[in-house]
């Protein structure tokens, strides 16, 4: 089974850095895009980050300047740098991976199970 694993979620003042790991396990091929999704309550999930097999990266312009997605392709792991983090940053982050399995022999898309973030002033 493949299982994505994240780390990194907690407490943060205003002003501070933050950093989201997440680790992608299993029989996987090939990883066609790792990132991270984040919920705030009452809002719609949206993308925070994403870097695919490629390197490149798309960041949401609330976060662009400000942080870093990168990846260890040995590890099959991503990670987000979140700097000069803001209250508005307060969500409950998700690691999404679009990997292609072994055993399937296609691509499959995966969640984590979320982390929260929360950052106070």
């Known amino acids: 089974q493949v299982q994505l694993v994240e780390s990194g979620g907690g407490l943060a003042q205003a002003g501070g850095s933050l950093t989201l790991s997440c680790a992608a396990s299993?029989?996987?091929?090939?990883?066609?895009?790792m990132g991270w999704y984040r919920q705030a309550l009452g809002k719609q999930r949206e993308l925070v980050a994403i870097i695919t097999g490629a390197n490149s990266t798309k960041y949401a312009d609330s976060v662009k300047g400000r942080s870093t997605i990168s990846r260890d392709n040995a590890k099959n792991s991503v990670s987000l740098q979140m700097n000069s983090l803001r209250p508005e940053d307060t969500a409950v982050y998700y690691c999404?991976?679009?990997?292609?399995?072994?055993?399937?022999?296609?691509?499959?898309?995966?969640w984590g199970q979320g982390t929260q973030v929360t950052v106070s002033s």
């Open positions: 999404n991976a679009d990997l292609y399995v072994t055993y399937f022999g296609r691509s499959l898309r995966y």
């Open positions: 299993g029989s996987i091929s090939s990883v066609n895009f």
